[in-house]
């Protein structure tokens, strides 16, 4: 009798996991390029993990002792060590932690969206997480339009421009510039600094955004490496040579700025996303170490565009440089309208 109910629960067991997996096989298939291929095919691989699993358990009496003994203690090792990496990634490397969870993606539990359009990233307005870097944790959180400051603003006296230095990379808000300037000040200040901004963004920034709230001054803060970010978006074509040499040709008087565009969010399939962007953590630890014993395949940067740079800066008579001065003259020119 006890056999018999035995074998009827793995039975039943075995036809959820089954079930399970053929709807999650429907899912990966059914998701839009936005979710990722990658992600997709985490999905798949799963789902035809839970299939195979749902199957053993369903036919789990017919296969002899020391089989089933194999498999439940295999399976059973593969939960602990996903339980393990999830709990404790940094005990791999700081690198395989930051991987891991890290926000600075555009993944669906990630803070940025990339506009096509623009060819740029942009934080999610009104969203909050908590994140981190290299075992420094910090509240993210932004404002309607996509920006971290602590309270609304339809106007500011300062705006303030630039990159992870006044962002906050790893502080807390009551740590940042912004908050700083403004409680050591009567000036109400507004922070529209990002990650990894250069001239190419905060150009855009500036006249989509800050220009709007009206400022008494615009501080532009710069550091050595934005030069060299320029180069960096020529590996994607983001800016090609003709794009640069158009950007600093055109007259001041002559810029224009299209409107980022509106993107539609899919919450049921971001949820799914979200779960398997970095799971099963025993994927990510072998791709991990695969990474280890071979380099990765990224695009280069444009070598004639980048010939001179590095990461402290470009000649002087560079393209990126003259790109980067153009961009300051014409924030400067705006801003003083």
Request: with cysteine; net charge positive.
């Amino acid at each position: 009798m006890i056999r018999k109910r035995r074998r009827i629960a793995l039975k039943i067991l075995g036809l959820t996991f089954v079930i399970l997996g053929i709807v999650m096989a429907l899912s990966a298939f059914s998701m839009g390029n936005q979710t990722g291929q990658q992600v997709r095919t985490k999905i798949f691989a799963v789902s035809i993990g839970l299939f195979m699993f749902g199957s053993f358990l369903y036919f789990m009496p017919i296969f002899p002792a020391n089989i089933q003994v194999v498999v439940v203690t295999i399976v059973s090792c593969m939960l602990l060590l996903e339980a393990a990496l999830e709990t404790f990634p940094y005990l791999i490397s700081d690198d395989f932690a930051n991987n891991l969870l890290s926000k600075y993606t555009t993944e669906p539990d990630g803070m940025f969206i990339y506009d096509i359009n623009l060819n740029m990233n942009f934080l999610k307005p009104n969203f909050s997480t908590r994140a981190y870097f290299n075992r420094y944790s910090w509240e993210h959180k932004t404002d309607r339009l996509g920006f971290r400051n602590p309270v609304e603003r339809s106007s500011a006296d300062i705006v303030l421009l630039g990159d992870s230095f006044i962002y906050g990379h790893g502080a807390d808000i009551n740590q940042t510039v912004g908050y700083y300037m403004e409680h050591l000040s009567n000036y109400t200040v507004a922070n529209l600094a990002r990650q990894g901004d250069c001239s190419y963004e905060q150009n855009y920034v500036l006249n989509t955004y800050g220009l709007g709230l009206k400022p008494r001054y615009v501080i532009y803060f710069y550091f050595t490496n934005d030069v060299h970010d320029i180069t960096q978006h020529t590996k994607y074509d983001t800016l090609t040579e003709a794009k640069i040499r158009k950007f600093i040709s055109t007259p001041l008087q002559n810029f224009s700025f299209p409107n980022q565009s509106n993107i539609a969010s899919q919450p049921l399939q971001d949820r799914i996303s979200k779960f398997f962007k970095k799971r099963p953590y025993l994927f990510e630890a072998l791709r991990y170490v695969d990474g280890i014993w071979k380099d990765a395949k990224e695009p280069t940067t444009n070598l004639s565009l980048g010939k001179g740079c590095n990461l402290w800066g470009c000649p002087r008579d560079s393209l990126p440089w003259n790109y980067t001065e153009k961009a300051i003259i014409q924030m400067d020119y705006a801003s003083r309208l």
